[in-house]
């Protein structure tokens, strides 16, 4: 299906969608503020609100919710931001394989309840189609529980929702993705607070220094860096900057991964189901 088809498609999924008040799981990112936006758009038509649900988890960087406040106070959403525990409530503790799917299903319940509090109808969500070709068992727990994924629907892939994200002027047009802390452990290692926030620094030590897609994933001591392959030799040039302040988060060795960044290199061996396909 070629691009404009998609969007006519995208808007008339949203004009239908939109007839009843909706909850949306409103992230920030790309994804999601697109969503909302062409959301807040048809249910303006259609005389109805939107809700646009951020969950505050101890699994996301804290700088996503203040992003998110400020693209939800240029549309006509209604804000929440919900607090959740999910290392405490969702049984993820340990990073098991199908964290994903248990966190999702822990949060997704919780969007729900507030959705039927506020009298909602329905609960959206910002998938993609390029998501559904990756291992992402939290798409799982959204099928089962009845929440829409319209991007994906429309066969939006992530270059189609960029591109329509910059004909709009959304400020997150060109955000990087943003995956939850926990992607950066290996699964079976136990997770904390404490080492999510210093792989939280670790990010934002990288990024000072210029580089747009960054991973810093963690091995017991060792932290491996995932930059895009053309800054390869940009991460190694300033190795005399950013080694010394990793190292004083409590790393002993600082390595830089060859084959670059890659979204879920924690997962190889894993199908989009977890089937080891």
């Known amino acids: 299906m ?9 808007i008339q999924r949203l004009q239908e969608l939109t007839k009843e008040d909706t909850a949306i799981a409103f992230s920030g990112g790309v994804d999601s503020s697109l969503l909302l936006i062409q959301a807040c758009k048809e249910a303006k ?4 609100v939107v809700y646009a649900v951020t969950m505050d988890t101890e699994l996301h960087p804290k700088a996503d919710e ?14 929440t ?25 822990f949060l997704f319940q919780n969007l729900l309840s507030y959705a039927r509090e506020k009298g909602a109808a329905k609960v959206m969500e910002g998938s993609n189609l390029d998501d559904l070709g990756k291992y992402r068992p ?13 991007l994906a629907e429309c066969e939006f892939t992530k270059n189609d929702v960029r591109r329509m994200a910059a004909e709009y002027g959304i400020r997150v047009a060109n955000r990087p993705s943003t995956p939850c802390l926990a992607t950066r452990f ?4 136990r997770l904390s607070i404490e080492e999510m ?11 000072a220094e210029g580089f747009y897609n960054v991973r810093f994933r963690v091995h017991g001591t060792l932290g491996r860096i995932e930059v895009d392959e053309k800054d390869m030799d940009q991460i190694l040039s300033r190795k005399d900057i950013v080694v010394p302040k990793l190292k004083k988060l409590g790393y002993d060795y600082i390595t830089v991964d060859l084959e670059g960044f890659r979204s ?14």
Not at 2 to 10: G, Q, R, S, T, V
Not at 68 to 77: L, N, P
């Open 2 to 10: 070629k691009y404009e088809e998609k969007k006519k498609k995208l």
């Open 45 to 48: 038509k259609n005389g109805t």
């Open 66 to 79: 203040e992003i998110a406040k400020k693209v939800a106070g240029e549309t006509d959403a209604v804000h």
């Open 81 to 105: 931001v919900i607090h959740m525990d999910e290392l405490k409530d969702a049984d993820i503790r340990k990073n098991p394989v199908d964290r994903c799917y248990r966190c999702k299903r």
């Open 138 to 150: 939290g798409l799982r727990a959204v099928k089962e529980l009845g929440v829409y994924s319209p």
């Open 186 to 189: 290996p699964y079976g290692t």
């Open 197 to 207: 926030r210093k792989v939280e620094q670790a990010e934002e030590i990288l990024k």
């Open 264 to 277: 879920g290199s924690m997962d190889i061996g894993l199908g989009p189901s977890g089937d080891g396909q």
